[in-house]
């Protein structure tokens, strides 16, 4: 059986390279090429630890288009900027397009207040399907797929389908989320350094945090009128995800109809399991493509919390997942045999 051939730009980096290592194990695909300006013309396989073909060398970025034909699904693990130039480029040429950048995320006219340009290419925004799959169904074949950010995909998850229920207001939703180092990228700042990290935490990019608007075009796809107020913090660990969700609940949005309805939404779902709010930790859930959630209520609040791998469904994981579904095949395919970090 012929696998597919899938191209992986910016493969050095803490999603790129965590795409390649499961596209080595993948059953039904293959690394085409990895690019890299860093370690061009260096072997993949020794450098990120994976089993790939030993004359598979790092490219440099710069050239990536021109690989095109080699590939028939390429993902993108770059800028914004850069995937919202290498996007159409591919995409015209028949290539499947997954972008784990917030590139193809927003509406055209967030980005000069978001991501501070105009965005280039804003006839390809409503082509690229959001790819949250367990809310808004799998990729179409030919569609180019944007990939969620790893705080809106724990958010969304956990908050989501309340919303969508109707069980809580749309206005006032306050999402506090918490994440490992991982989550900012390769970064060789001093504010990332083991001795500014370890036994801290603190927020960032306060009201300015480019998931916001993220997360708020997709509440709105599941009921008008949201409005949220998302604050990020950094913890001091390397992997996993927690977001804590906070909204007022509507007449009869009882304990047992908040819990109900994530139970009746993931009824059956590949990644995402439900428990006891006070049960999702990141310790369950790193090292796996899963997402737990689980959610309490009173008079007052409800209170929805998701926990993922900011990697894997946060990022590559789930980058994969949607490889799989818009090619028609197991979801869980190359993401069945991760096994978290903890017992």
Known sequence: ???????????????????????????RASLAFATSDKLAGEPVGPHLGVRVEPSTRFVPNSVAIEYADKCDTVLLATSAEVSIRLLPAFAER?????????????????????????????????????????????????????????????????????????????????????????????????????????????????????????????????????????????????????????????????????????????????FVRCTPPDQVALKRVVGTNACHVGAAADDEMVVAIGAIDNLLKGAAGQAIQNLNLMNGWDEMAGLDGLLRVAP
Not at 14 to 22: C, R
Not at 116 to 132: D, K
Not at 223 to 246: D, I, S, W
């Open 94 to 270: 028949g290539t499947q397009v997954i972008d784990l950048s917030g590139g193809f995320r927003l509406s055209q006219d967030a980005y000069p207040r978001w991501y501070g340009f105009e965005h280039s290419a804003p006839e390809w925004l409503e082509r690229a399907h959001y790819g949250l799959p367990e809310l808004f169904g799998a990729p179409p074949p030919s569609s180019p797929v944007a990939n969620p950010g790893c705080f809106p995909t724990a958010a969304l998850l956990a908050i989501g389908p309340l919303l969508r229920a109707g069980l809580v207001d749309p206005e006032g939703i306050v999402v506090d989320a918490k994440s490992g180092v991982t989550g900012a990228g390769r970064q060789s700042g001093e504010g990332y350094s083991f001795a500014e990290v370890d036994e801290d935490l603190h927020a960032y990019s306060v009201l300015n945090h480019k998931h916001t608007p993220e997360i708020v075009r997709a509440l709105g796809r599941l009921a008008m009128g949201a409005k949220v107020t998302f604050t990020a913090h950094l913890l001091p660990v390397r992997r996993g995800l927690l977001a804590t969700c906070y909204a007022r609940p509507r007449s009869g949005a009882t304990a047992r109809l908040v819990a109900q309805c994530l139970a009746d939404t993931y009824e059956g779902a590949a």
């Open 1 to 27: 059986m012929r696998k597919l051939r899938v191209g992986v730009v910016g493969a050095s980096g803490y999603s790129g390279s965590v795409a390649v290592g499961l596209l080595a194990t993948h059953p």
